[in-house]
């Protein structure tokens, strides 16, 4: 296999960045760490610890929302007593950081949960379900609130089994409010989660000063918040990268993409809408396809 000369700066947050390495080292593709983001853990409220328990009791909730792998582990780090490791007590031992532990090995709740369950994403169901929950939908391509959204209103036979009166949304911090809102129009009561948060990393100086001098270097920018994370840290180290018409930014050939609305809101910043690709799945594999196409002559 010849080795491509793109080289790829992998923003995705620390331990979510190994298995798309992996996955492009192997098919002959550079990529250098510089997560723009850190996943924290955060405090929730008695109150929703008790509705957690009530949720794990199968009391009183009709569908269970998960907008991402996040929530699920802030879920199994705030309560460790719903979930079971090789069936015995799971211990999360926090970090001094306030870091989550992403070590969901062998980790699975304590009673399988009979209410339908709804995903942001197949990376999000395939942890769900690894969990015990039974996930019924989510999106296929683009794993955005309003494509689960569109697909439950277009067939909403997915609820008529049993109506959503109470539902469990398990979401971040400052997350988007597209589930809640259409929900709550439709009369459902819904709890949202916020089990984790989002906060700027340490910028990855060194891995930039290799990534501007490479032969092909593209950026993944696989949220939003990543993306304005990058920017900031970006412009705090060198206040020339504010203007993308400035001279530091005509090395970087491309922008890898998650969504059209990303894709806009760069536009509008700014970036050249020539420069920008949006992935065509939003999954490991579609990051390969769309960098193996760039590849081609």
Known sequence: MSKSSICLLNTRPEHQSQPLDELLNANGFQTLPCPSLEIVGTTISPKQRQSLDELVSQKSFDAIFITSVNALVGWVNQ?????VRNNAPVQMKAKDTGRLNFDLKDVSLVHELACPVFAIGEATAQAAQNLGLQVKLFPRKQFVSEDLMQQILLDFQVFADVPPRRVALLSGVGGRNVIK???????????EFELYRRQPAQFCTDSWRVFVKSSRPVILVSSLESWQSLFTLLVDWDSDYQSFKNSVWQ??????????RIKQLMVEQGVPEAKICVVSIQSNQGILDSLQRMSLP
């Open 79 to 83: 309560c460790p007593e719903h979930f």
């Open 181 to 191: 809102t259409q929900l709550s129009e439709q009369g459902s009561l819904v709890e």
């Open 251 to 260: 090395s970087i050939e491309s922008w890898l993409v998650f969504s059209s």
